[in-house]
């Protein structure tokens, strides 16, 4: 039979990332275009333990249904963590665990956006959230990223001229792809700006934990006086991705929508997965484990940058030193010969997998002359020999 | 400040069961409201070993992500499973693993409908289903069952005049709340009216193995030579609903949107659950698994069945006898002097709770006359004394 599909999928396909994954199966090539954890940043004996307890002392717990807000202890210790941590969350919010902090984006979208609505993001930014937003068939309007944060003259030029805007997307940490942090004087901005615009703000904030150097910046929720910010946290980078546990804090009466979505959703999040990361929150040093997660990406992230300084730099490309996440951002120079993409189409064919910078634009169509490098995923010895291949290339053909 | 919401979550409410959950809560109350598999049916001691084993083994592939169709090992098992024993799924179609059953609609009322399209459920519904429809803005038709399925009058006389229908929604075995199980003849002939009028059919079979007496019905997607028709599966009935699996077997095409729209909705399902699955269904005997289970349903079934018998059919009440599931559906009598939902709220107030039968249907504000029993979740205790008390009940009301 002939398939309709609704509006909202009809254009939606699978992203760039996912077709460049293909090649990145090869295992000839090197992949610096995942996203994933390093293994070793992984509690895998911790969670085994955990779970070898749970699953002794009180299963029926771990393998009935439960409620779709979450596992209460985990929902109150996490409260409690990004309350005296971070200063998050007030008596107007409240907290919901969900399938991974994606599924935030698509509960929070699906609540307040109609078809059409403008989600205004940050360009370049992740690609699984603008999905999410293009699956209600949203409207992206991107605004450029400097090496602060977002463009504010832009952003307000936006705010001012697009009809039907519902929210500002930001990841302020460590950014998705372009390693940017956006600085506390731009995040106060971006607030004042929501607020005179009377737009909502969705902050993302998954690499948070991951810093290596430099100073904690306050969350942009840390100055919501008036309700109008979600904040979207993870356990993902500092857990475990397998388990999807992420966590919305937000003003209730927004929460209350997105839990009748998740009821309708998936009911609730996997509960084992929340019983251990409850435990393990609880029971273990958990600033004992990020400090050694930060460890082993602040080692990762020198390295990379030295490789890059060693092999890519001197052909022209640059790249934002980063202080934290999983990503750095790399340029093509201005006189380059040829373009991004033939350069990534080139890198694979020479073994090497990068994300061209396009996939993560509003519109993928637009032109980029970055590429998105990864260093937690990759071995050392990945890293190096990736890196220089992409050195070696750059200098034959840029 | 004020919130703008969706036109889709605008009017979506928490389950009118959710409310009635709030009384269950009450230790003093006795629960028949729940649906809930038996605890006991849960193969806790299985799980456990299964666990301790992955995370010693392959700690990395079950913390880190992993794709979106799922589990590989797992999509494979499942699909052989489905082919082989109930000849679900052809070369036209594709397997994907979503977070529970409850997900599969999700996805697929997404892909396919519009806001305002149709849906053309059986009345009475499961309730979780029809509010994942209701999410998105589509317009329910009920079609009335009788003790064999829809009214296939109705359900004609529904697909002629109705405009933008984009399938019929069906859950053939033991259904939710009615216990009913739709012949082999009205499965043929609903597939033969879905191909006249050009729409699908979602066949939710979350109950399918739990059949306590009576032959089993091939199911509709076993007659699905158009690739017309999505088959929904869940392991939340024979495994554990806590860990959040289901499975969609569906046309490629269709496949194919929903996993673009679930890889924006949580990436993919919990790697460890699906992990034990397989585990379970390829290294434990299942087929003795399900023989048991069943052991445990129709004791349990056949038990509530004699209560009903013994003190409430002398009221008046009447109940079709169920062939499997974990519902039976009671009936007031015509004369009864108090409507169903006061019947049900003196319940409450009695000290026993079940779930009012408009909460089903397609319009809440609908009437009507039955009511929804669970037998799974309460002790045969529990099960004794709340029965007992309806029936007092009825005496002196009805």
Known sequence: MEYIFSDKVQTLKPSAIREIFKYAADPTVVSLSAGNPAPEAFPAKEIADISDKILREEPIAALQYSVTEG??????????????????????????????????????????????????????????????????????????????????????????????????????NFQNPSGITTSFE????????????????????????????????????????????????????????????????????????????????DVHTNSWAQMVAYRFLTEYDFEAHLKKLREIYRKKANFCMELLDKYLVPTGITYEKIQGGLFIWCKLPENAKISMSEFCTKAVQNKVCVVPGNAFLTDESEQSSSFRINFSTPTDEQLEKGIKILGKLAGEVL
Do not use: H
Not at 150 to 171: C, D, G, P, S
Not at 201 to 216: C, H
């Open 71 to 172: 596992y209460p202890p985990l929902r109150s210790a996490v409260w409690d963590y990004m309350r005296k941590k971070y200063d998050v969350g007030t008596d107007a919010d409240d907290i919901l665990i969900t399938s991974g902090a994606q599924q935030i984006m698509e509960l929070f979208t699906k609540s307040v956006c109609n078809e059409g609505d403008v989600v205004i993001c940050e360009a370049p930014s992740f690609i699984g959230s603008l999905n999410s937003f293009r699956s209600f068939n949203c409207r992206l309007c991107g605004i450029p990223m400097e090496s602060d944060g977002m463009n504010l003259e832009l952003l307000e030029k936006a705010l001012k001229t697009e009809k039907n805007i519902r929210f500002i997307y930001i990841i302020a």
């Open 186 to 265: 731009k995040r106060k901005a971006i607030y004042e700006l929501a607020g005179k615009y009377n737009v909502m703000i969705l902050e993302d904030n998954p690499y948070g934990e991951l810093r290596i150097s430099g100073e904690d910046v306050p969350c942009i929720k840390s100055l919501d006086k008036d309700g109008r910010v979600v904040y979207a946290g993870s356990f993902s980078k500092v857990l475990s991705p397998g388990m999807r546990i992420g966590f919305a804090i937000a003003p209730k009466p927004v929460l209350q929508k997105m839990i009748v979505c998740k009821q309708g959703e």
